[in-house]
């Protein structure tokens, strides 16, 4: 066991996609004491063949919600429309602040080359949030509580 808790942190696209793609290694992590994160760019509001709309975007984040709970690792779904997500400036700052605010020692995301465009475009937000986080002057002021990030 490790003397400190270590922090995952895994960014999907969909509500499903972080459990689904990182579920068996959060439940390793959070069993020897880890601390992990689960957060959806997406608001998943078009991903059912019968659903969509607020009805479903209710159903996805009630699901994710009782998968972190199953899993003990908090569930964030953001409000960006699925089936449209785009890598903005907007969502970028959005990933820098997350990864600032958390802190992550481990960050998992979609391959860049993936099938879906809102997996791709999650990982070039991922991608490129993981270098500027690291740059005091974007979003400044945002720095979580561990120093690594600091200049």
């Not at 608001?43 to 479903?56: D, E, F, I, K, R």
């Amino acid at each position: 066991m490790h003397d400190h808790s270590l922090r995952l942190l895994v960014i999907g696209a969909h509500p499903d996609d972080a459990d689904i793609g990182a579920g068996g290694l959060a439940v390793i992590f959070r069993r020897l004491g880890h601390v992990v994160k689960f957060v959806s760019v997406t608001n998943g509001a078009v991903g059912h063949h019968q659903m969509s709309g607020q009805p479903l975007v209710a159903r996805r984040r009630a699901e994710a919600q009782a998968a972190g709970e199953i899993i003990g690792a908090e569930y964030e779904v953001w409000d960006y429309p699925d089936g449209q997500l785009l890598p903005t400036l907007e969502a970028r700052k959005q990933v820098i602040r997350l990864i600032r605010q958390f802190s992550p020692d481990l960050l998992l995301t979609h391959r860049p080359n993936d099938y879906h465009p809102d997996h791709r475009y999650t990982s070039q937000l991922v991608q490129d949030a993981a270098y500027l986080v690291t740059v005091p002057n974007i979003c400044p002021g945002l720095f979580g509580d561990r120093p690594q990030y600091l200049p």
